[in-house]
């Protein structure tokens, strides 16, 4: 039953974010985008645009410095923050520098990236289609992780003149990671640290209402996401479903079904292969996560072959949506991973 009610919780918040309602709401600051909110919180803000290989045009925003550091270092480390579905970089930012990792990441000394990926709020452009032809919506989060991830970490690494940087993403955040890093093994070097907030790749146990269903007909979720308003495309949702009803719990690539033969040239959808993502991986998880399942999580972490912490949020309630919103977020997510983003430091 509290599972059902955390279901509905959730889609109520993706529903109320996608017509633009909850992360602007929830704050005082409702008419603010993510540069000005930094602004508003009084940190430097600049905001980047970067243009992926298939043309889509998505806005980067950055810290560049904390006025409460000391540092005089100009070349900071990196971190690059990614959103989860229906998310924007305004989650990392929102609740200001008492609770938002980002803030406090700035002031230890980081460079903050903060990433959009293509159909938000902040990346709805792209270099021919427009937003109301159905091609520029025809992505999921297999899109964003071979194709936005690569540019956007480019593009920073370039302007920065870095090697490599440390990766926090929550949910989506982490999927789109382990995409990019399992089809572009060349971008496990461009990782110091990931840290996975949430991490969802396998998600046969998730305990979702949907999940319950018996559908006899998988044709019928594409139907049934269209009904979900522009901001997400419906194929990132329908990505997800057919990762938590198919009967191989493997993490796999889009079901086309009966076209994945002139897609793939195989009946099935092709495995994502977690063994190439040798990029050093924390997994942070809630015990009370319909969508990232301990139990997922644990296979997930049997499966990486670089995890350096399986970290289980200490407190029993925790879900999906505390990782963003929980009063307790510094001592429960926040502190432990400057720890270990301190702990990384001294090994290079
Ligand atoms: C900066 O320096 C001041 C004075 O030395 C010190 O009180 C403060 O804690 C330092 N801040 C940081 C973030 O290191
Ligand atoms: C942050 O914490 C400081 C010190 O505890 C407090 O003075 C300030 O009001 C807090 N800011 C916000 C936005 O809650
Ligand atoms: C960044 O990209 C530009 C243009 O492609 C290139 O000329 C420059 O050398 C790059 N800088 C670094 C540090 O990689
Ligand atoms: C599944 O649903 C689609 C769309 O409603 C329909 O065209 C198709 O025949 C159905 N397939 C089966 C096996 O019922
Ligand atoms: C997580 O994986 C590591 C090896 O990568 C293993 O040593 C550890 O026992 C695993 N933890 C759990 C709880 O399965």
Same mark, same amino acid.
Request: aromatic share 12%; charged share 15%; hydrophobic share 40%.
């Given at each position: 039953?509290?599972?059902?009610?955390?279901?509905?919780?959730?889609?109520?918040?993706?529903?109320?974010?996608?017509?633009?309602?909850? =992360?602007?709401?929830?704050?005082?600051?409702?008419?603010?985008?993510?540069?000005?909110?930094?602004?508003?919180?009084?940190?430097?803000?600049?905001?980047?645009?970067?243009?992926?290989?298939?043309?889509?045009?998505?806005?980067?925003?950055?810290?560049?410095?904390?006025?409460?550091?000391?540092?005089?270092?100009?070349?900071?480390?990196?971190?690059?923050? *990614?959103?989860?579905?229906?998310?924007?970089?305004?989650?990392?930012?929102?609740?200001?520098?008492?609770?938002?990792?980002? &803030?406090?990441?700035?002031?230890?000394?980081?460079?903050?990236?903060?990433?959009?990926?293509?159909?938000?709020? &902040?990346?709805?452009?792209?270099?021919?289609? =427009?937003?109301?032809?159905?091609?520029?919506?025809?992505?999921?989060?297999?899109?964003?992780?071979?194709?936005?991830?690569?540019?956007?970490?480019?593009?920073?690494?370039?302007?920065? =003149?870095?090697?490599? %940087?440390?990766?926090?993403?929550?949910?989506?955040?982490?999927?789109?990671?382990?995409?990019?890093?399992?089809?572009?093994?060349?971008?496990?070097?461009?990782?110091?640290?990931?840290?996975?907030?949430?991490?969802?790749?396998?998600?046969?146990?998730?305990?979702?209402?949907?999940?319950?269903?018996?559908?006899?007909?998988? =044709?019928?979720?594409?139907?049934?996401?269209?009904?979900?308003?522009?901001?997400?495309?419906?194929?990132?949702?329908?990505?997800?479903? *057919?990762?938590?009803?198919?009967?191989?719990?493997?993490?796999?690539?889009?079901?086309?079904?009966?076209?994945?033969?002139?897609?793939?040239?195989?009946?099935?959808?092709?495995?994502?292969? %977690? *063994?190439?993502?040798?990029?050093?991986?924390?997994?942070? &998880?809630?015990?009370?996560?319909?969508?990232?399942?301990?139990?997922?999580?644990?296979?997930?972490?049997?499966?990486?072959?670089?995890?350096?912490?399986?970290?289980?949020?200490?407190?029993? *309630?925790?879900n999906h949506i505390d990782?963003?919103?929980?009063n307790d977020v510094n001592?429960?997510?926040?502190?432990?991973?400057?720890?270990?983003?301190?702990?990384?430091?001294?090994?290079?």
């Amino acid at each position: 039953m509290q599972i059902v009610w955390q279901c509905l919780c959730l889609v109520v918040v993706w529903i109320l974010r996608l017509s633009g309602f909850v =992360s602007e709401a929830a704050i005082p600051h409702r008419y603010l985008n993510t540069h000005q909110l930094i602004v508003k919180y009084g940190y430097p803000a600049e905001t980047h645009t970067v243009t992926t290989e298939d043309g889509y045009i998505l806005t980067m925003h950055r810290i560049p410095y904390s006025p409460k550091s000391n540092s005089t270092d100009t070349k900071r480390p990196v971190v690059f923050l *990614q959103h989860g579905l229906t998310g924007s970089s305004a989650d990392w930012v929102i609740l200001g520098p008492n609770k938002s990792v980002c &803030y406090m990441l700035a002031d230890k000394g980081y460079d903050i990236w903060l990433g959009n990926s293509r159909g938000n709020k &902040y990346s709805k452009k792209h270099t021919t289609l =427009s937003t109301k032809s159905s091609k520029f919506w025809d992505f999921s989060w297999h899109e964003m992780g071979i194709y936005d991830l690569p540019s956007m970490i480019d593009y920073v690494l370039n302007r920065t =003149s870095h090697h490599n %940087l440390h990766y926090i993403g929550i949910s989506m955040g982490t999927t789109m990671f382990f995409v990019c890093t399992s089809m572009k093994p060349e971008y496990n070097r461009k990782i110091h640290l990931m840290i996975a907030l949430a991490p969802t790749a396998f998600m046969a146990n998730s305990k979702t209402p949907l999940h319950k269903l018996n559908l006899m007909n998988k =044709s019928l979720l594409p139907v049934m996401f269209s009904l979900i308003p522009a901001g997400a495309s419906w194929k990132s949702f329908v990505h997800y479903f *057919q990762e938590m009803i198919t009967d191989s719990g493997k993490f796999l690539q889009y079901d086309y079904e009966n076209l994945n033969m002139a897609k793939y040239r195989q009946p099935t959808p092709p495995e994502y292969n %977690l *063994q190439a993502v040798t990029a050093p991986v924390a997994l942070f &998880y809630g015990s009370n996560d319909p969508f990232a399942d301990p139990t997922d999580v644990l296979k997930l972490n049997n499966t990486l072959p670089n995890v350096v912490e399986l970290y289980r949020v200490p407190w029993d *309630q925790f879900n999906h949506i505390d990782f963003i919103v929980a009063n307790d977020v510094n001592p429960l997510i926040n502190d432990h991973i400057i720890y270990l983003m301190k702990r990384f430091k001294t090994l290079t």
